[in-house]
């Protein structure tokens, strides 16, 4: 979801309003004020978008009247029914694939806007609201400036550096000070992590308050994941580590991410040391 914030942000550069299709707890993250951000978001996870994919198309009420109001759809999707549905209420629609067949993700996703006058540009890293920041300060509050954050996750156990490793980069960085420790649905108290001390624990914040939180650290190191992209979208120095996937078109979008690939596909093989000299590195970039 974060990897269309380059699509989002041409066609808000170009005039446009924006609003998102999506499910709600990641189309949340898009939800906001910023040049980068859609205005509205319809629930892709209630019972009448089910009409979408019939032949019938979508019947009278609320789902129909939205999206009527919408002059434009790009529809990210192989299923023809939606597209057709679509065609159906809005005077033009897009169909573009969601697999990207070439260059990065972000390109590609960005790749329709030129249909609707607009030229593609980079997104702007995200910036706090009052309100954002409001909700975060709990956790501010507990970490010094410039803080270490780590998320050891993902949705695929291939692409996670072993947690162990995790833990002695804590110990190699956190130099006695406390830490942010990110955690979601997928993981499990306990652990290596969990067992280091001065860890500010973050399990499943709201995507926006997280990346709040995220705008003021010093460093985050995670894998291939949403919050990784999420780090990076609101301007944190950025680690994400990969293997099996391919940072060419998979990595994070922002101007302070660096990029480490195990060279053998496996994750695992991603020495301490090999993190440790990236981190040590001049910082890419600021927002």
């Known amino acids: 979801m974060l990897l269309l914030r380059r699509a989002v942000a041409s066609l808000r550069t170009a005039g446009h309003t924006v609003g998102l299709l999506a499910p709600v707890a990641p189309g949340a993250a898009l939800v906001g004020r910023g040049p980068a951000d859609v205005g509205t978001l319809l629930p ?8 979408l994919l019939t032949a019938a198309g979508v019947p009278p ?4 009247q939205q999206l009527a109001t919408f002059d434009a759809a790009v529809a990210y999707t192989r299923n023809a029914a939606i597209p057709r549905s ?3 209420l809005v005077t033009r629609v897009v169909v573009h694939d969601p697999l990207p067949v070439a260059g990065h993700a972000s390109d590609w996703l960005a790749r329709p806007v030129t249909d609707f006058g607009a030229s593609v540009v980079a997104p702007p890293c995200q910036a706090p609201t009052r309100e954002e920041d409001s909700a975060a300060r709990p956790w501010l509050d507990g970490l010094p400036e410039e803080f270490l954050a780590v998320h050891a996750g993902s949705g695929s156990a291939p692409k996670n550096w072993p947690e162990r490793r995790f833990a002695a980069l804590v110990e190699a960085l956190s130099g006695g000070r406390p830490w942010l420790l990110i955690e979601g649905p997928a993981e499990t108290a306990g652990g290596p992590l969990r067992e280091l001390p001065r860890a500010v624990l973050a399990r499943e914040l709201p995507p926006r308050v997280l990346g709040a939180v995220l705008a003021r650290a010093g460093a985050y190191v995670g894998n291939d ?6 780090a ?3 301007g944190a120095p950025t680690v994400a580590l990969f293997g099996p996937t391919d940072p060419e078109v998979w990595a994070p ?3 302070r991410v660096r990029v480490l690939r195990a060279s053998s596909g496996r994750i695992q093989d991603l020495a301490v040391d090999d993190v440790l000299v990236l981190l040590s590195a001049p910082k890419a970039g600021e927002c």
């Not at 892709?44 to 009409?51: F, G, L, P």
């Not at 009420?61 to 129909?64: T, V, Y």
């Not at 994941?225 to 999420?230: N, P, Q």
């Open 253 to 255: 979008v922002g101007p």
């Open 44 to 51: 892709w996870d209630r019972a009448d978008v089910a009409s």
């Open 86 to 88: 679509l065609a159906a």
């Open 232 to 234: 990076a979208a609101w």
């Open 225 to 230: 994941s949403g919050v990784s992209h999420l």
């Open 61 to 64: 009420g609320a789902l129909r």
